[in-house]
């Protein structure tokens, strides 16, 4: 696990950024490709057949009924769990779970939000996977806490307790880790889930941004009413893939149909 963190400390040159202002734009590189994904629990197959090519810059809603697989996707992304068959390949790579670039957001109610830790605390643990073994936090790595605390609009926050947030802000602070992490690969775990509508429609603008500066983000989602307005693409699931592709092409009543149906 610390080799991995840091055989990657050495690799984190702007070149390798899909966003940002790289004058050669090496954006076709940061793609991410899943081929015959399965996975089970014990005896429970979780997931199977699952096929799909994203990229940097665009979103991705992952939407099925309960029990459909869609944490285990997440997590299987994310490398928090093991595939039995299938590949992940980010950037023609096999993921590497400890990878800074993917940065992995649980479900909420997957989170001790009781842990006495502050905003700033908590965003500046994204700067850990980056650090290597040896290395300080540094003049550099507060600069980049700094600039991820004022991206997510936490400045005034960042000495609060993340027990004393709102939902809102409490995605903004797992958001802004995720920016320190300086992550390509966001993967969140119903992050609309228990916000009101303001937050939502914040939320839903903070993905445009992401996506605009040449972030891969992808979610589950539990409101099919929305999925058109924040997302680019969708897969839908039911333990095996049931559709993948843009929102407008694959997002038909006959999909949704397929995927909800007992
Ligand atoms: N740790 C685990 N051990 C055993 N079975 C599990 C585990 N995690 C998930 N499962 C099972 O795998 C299947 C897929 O679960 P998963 O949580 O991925 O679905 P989901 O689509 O995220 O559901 P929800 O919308 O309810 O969050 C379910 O049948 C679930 O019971």
Same mark, same amino acid.
């Given at each position: 696990?610390?080799?991995?963190?840091?055989?990657?400390?050495?690799?984190?040159?702007?070149?390798?950024?899909?966003?940002?202002?790289?004058?050669?734009?090496?954006?076709?590189?940061?793609?991410?490709?899943?081929?015959?994904?399965?996975?089970?629990?014990?005896?429970?197959? %979780?997931?199977?057949?699952?096929?799909?090519?994203?990229?940097?810059?665009?979103?991705?809603?992952?939407?099925?009924?309960?029990? %459909?697989?869609?944490?285990?996707? &997440?997590?299987?992304?994310?490398?928090?769990?093991?595939?039995?068959?299938?590949?992940?390949?980010?950037?023609?790579?096999?993921?590497?779970?400890?990878?800074?670039?993917?940065?992995?957001?649980?479900?909420?109610?997957?989170?001790?939000?009781?842990?006495?830790?502050?905003?700033?605390?908590?965003?500046?643990?994204?700067?850990?996977?980056?650090?290597?073994?040896?290395?300080?936090?540094?003049?550099?790595?507060?600069?980049?806490?700094?600039?991820?605390?004022?991206?997510?609009?936490?400045?005034?926050?960042?000495?609060?307790?993340?027990?004393?947030?709102?939902?809102?802000?409490?995605?903004?602070?797992?958001?802004?880790?995720?920016?320190?992490?300086?992550?390509?690969?966001?993967?969140?775990?119903?992050?609309?889930?228990?916000?009101?509508?303001?937050?939502?429609?914040?939320?839903?603008?903070?993905?445009?941004?992401?996506?605009?500066?040449?972030?891969? &983000?992808?979610?589950?989602?539990?409101? &099919?009413?929305?999925?058109?307005?924040?997302?680019?693409?969708?897969?839908?699931?039911?333990?095996?893939?049931?559709?993948?592709?843009?929102?407008?092409?694959?997002?038909?009543?006959?999909?949704?149909?397929?995927?909800?149906?007992?």
């Amino acid at each position: 696990m610390h080799a991995h963190t840091h055989s990657h400390s050495h690799d984190h040159t702007h070149d390798h950024v899909c966003w940002g202002h790289s004058t050669h734009s090496t954006a076709h590189h940061h793609r991410l490709e899943v081929s015959n994904l399965a996975v089970s629990y014990r005896d429970i197959q %979780a997931l199977q057949g699952i096929n799909f090519r994203t990229e940097c810059s665009r979103s991705m809603a992952l939407i099925g009924p309960n029990g %459909a697989g869609k944490s285990t996707l &997440l997590k299987s992304l994310a490398g928090l769990v093991r595939p039995d068959a299938g590949k992940i390949l980010w950037r023609g790579k096999a993921l590497v779970s400890s990878s800074h670039e993917i940065a992995y957001l649980p479900q909420r109610g997957d989170v001790d939000w009781n842990f006495p830790i502050t905003v700033r605390g908590l965003v500046e643990m994204g700067r850990y996977p980056n650090l290597g073994l040896w290395k300080r936090y540094s003049k550099h790595d507060e600069e980049i806490v700094e600039r991820a605390l004022t991206a997510m609009n936490l400045l005034d926050l960042q000495k609060r307790q993340i027990s004393a947030l709102s939902g809102g802000q409490q995605q903004r602070t797992f958001i802004a880790r995720a920016l320190a992490q300086e992550a390509h690969v966001l993967l969140l775990d119903e992050p609309f889930t228990g916000l009101d509508k303001p937050a939502q429609e914040a939320l839903s603008q903070l993905f445009r941004e992401l996506t605009k500066e040449g972030r891969l &983000l992808i979610a589950s989602h539990h409101d &099919l009413q929305t999925v058109p307005s924040i997302f680019d693409d969708v897969l839908l699931l039911k333990r095996q893939q049931v559709a993948f592709g843009p929102v407008k092409e694959v997002f038909t009543e006959e999909t949704i149909k397929t995927a909800y149906a007992s």
